[in-house]
């Protein structure tokens, strides 16, 4: 069982967009997923709730702080059949409770927006992380993100420089997109919404799956089917 902590103390930076779309990816393969969300406010477990009857099964966990008449270890199980746990941290979170996170991790992911504020706050704790005995001996690996990128500023200096300096590469960009917000609202994720109306967004994000899961090419198959695709599309418009 591999986990995967999706994790930025700033609110607004997309951490449930790419879990949910982290635990779509997995869903839509048909590889057994829980899903477990730190998050008082439950957004991933609201998400969870909006998923189509006929959809493939995620298994939704809530590790959220425990309240009166609530067994936090009893909503926090994961099916031993769980091939890839997806954590959903939630905003602010620090010390013990990043602790907690972290001693379950096998990999981190953290999405960030490229901007002045959200650097500030973000690159204090990339280098908080980075100094975390699970991630500096690398038992743990970890990985940046941009998020709700602009399309007019697809590269932001600012932001390789931070990353420079702790000694990291970009691992993805996700473009700001309303395809992302779509999915989310109807309970899917964009692996499971019609291929040809994710197409952009899916090849963003497999950079993300092909860490995670450590399967290299990923990215480029999808790039050789659509190609394929479309080459099948243009033959049959030409008779």
């Known amino acids: 069982m591999k986990t995967t902590l ?41 998400w ?17 702080p425990e309240k009166y008449g609530r067994l936090r270890s009893f909503d926090m199980y994961v ?36 901007s002045t504020i959200d650097l500030h706050a973000t690159g204090n704790f990339l280098r908080e992380l ?4 699970p ?12 998020n709700k990128v602009r ?6 200096a600012p932001l ?5 300096s702790l000694g990291r590469k970009l691992l993805a960009r996700l473009i700001d997109s309303d395809v992302f917000l ?19 967004e899916r090849r963003q994000f497999l950079p993300i799956v092909e860490w995670v899961t450590d399967q290299p090419g990923l990215a480029e198959a999808a790039q050789q089917a659509v190609a394929v695709c479309d080459l099948a599309r243009s033959r049959s418009a030409f008779g």
């Open 79 to 114: 099916p031993p059949e769980t091939r890839h746990v997806i954590i959903d941290a939630p905003a602010g979170c620090g010390g013990v409770l990043l602790q907690e996170m972290l001693a379950r991790a096998t990999s981190v992911v953290v999405p960030l927006v490229p």
């Open 135 to 146: 991630v500096k001996y690398g038992h743990v690996r970890m990985a940046v993100v941009a």
């Open 160 to 164: 390789q420089t931070l990353l420079d």
């Open 182 to 200: 779509r999915a989310a609202e109807s309970g899917t994720g964009i692996f499971e919404l019609n291929a040809g109306l994710s197409a952009a």
């Open 130 to 133: 980075t100094a975390m005995g």
């Open 6 to 46: 999706v994790v930025n103390p700033k609110g607004g930076a997309g951490k449930t967009t790419v879990a949910i779309n982290l635990a779509s990816y997995f869903a839509a393969e048909q590889i057994p997923v829980a899903l477990m969300d730190y998050d008082p406010q439950g957004s991933s477990l609201h």
């Open 48 to 64: 969870l709730r909006l998923r189509p009857p006929e959809a493939m099964k995620i298994h939704a966990a809530n590790a959220a």
């Open 151 to 156: 399309r007019s500023m697809p590269a932001y």
